[in-house]
């Protein structure tokens, strides 16, 4: 009897992976996935905390496609070893502050040493030629190929057919007339191919699940390193610059305001690492303050509390504030004395 090959599958959450794996299922590969978490992913965060998401499903993608599937998904973090690729990208960043090309190459890397470590035979990741514009182009597939070691066991079955070919193919292991060459940014192919297999539910993400291709958040990261003199992050940096508005009224500080109920029982959550406050006699957002306030900072946040709340329109409003020794005080603030100019404060 022939030996049954294995393949490690990078499952994003997304169509593309879903279809890849699929691809190599069908021809009887035993596929494995795996998902390194960076703390920078779109799926389900937001969507869990948020109201107005409140009709979006409640899933991590990656879970789901593997269900989907049928197959057994490895999650693993990777948080503090993608610091570096985060600060340092060697390739430089796409459009935001996304890293994409060294992205690519460090979770292929990561996924060769897991395929060596177990014995698998080659790797399947979703990519398509033209798809992401750092790093799916034709000149940069071979880049991630040879950075990350993985080389010619490196499958891409979206896109094979318009490559070289890789050892799977060649060795027959997967039968190339089988695999794809799709290319390019309209994922209709995509769909037709996922409708043809029988799959209906699957995420869509508009530009990647990555918040750090989006330009509002890679703002706010750059704010932050600018802000503490130092270009470096940790989990709950990441989870609160998803959460709320941000606005810097002066260099020293910045408040995270709540949107909805959603996000304020979010932020209660960092309550006893802020200084922190919410008007008293008036519905309003919490608010979280970051810096180093003064005594005139406190009342210029208060203003601005008062602002966001139900009181806007009042004379006056209390906001009660809450120091991080949990000591408590109110100040009774006139929220029109803080005017908000969108293109100043928001940061």
Known sequence: MSQQRKAVSLISGGLDSLLATRLILDQGIHVEGINFFTGFCVEGHTHAIRNKDKNKPKRNNALWVAEQLGIKLHIIDIIEEYKDIVLNPKHGYGANLNPCLDCKGFMVRKAREWMEARSFDFIITGEVVGQRPKSQRRDTMPVIAKESGANDRLLRPLCAKSLPETLPEKEGWVDRGKLKDFSGRNR?????????????DYAQPAGGCCFLTDESYSHKLADLWAARGQRDYDLDDIMLLKVGRHIRPRPNFKLIVGRDNGENNFLKGYRNRFIHMHASSHTGPLVLLDGTPDSDDIQLAAELTARFGKGKEAEQVTVTIHDKSGNEKQLSVNPFKAELIPGNWYV
Do not use: F
């Open 188 to 200: 209709k192919p995509q769909m037709a191919l996922a409708a043809e297999l029988g799959l209906t």
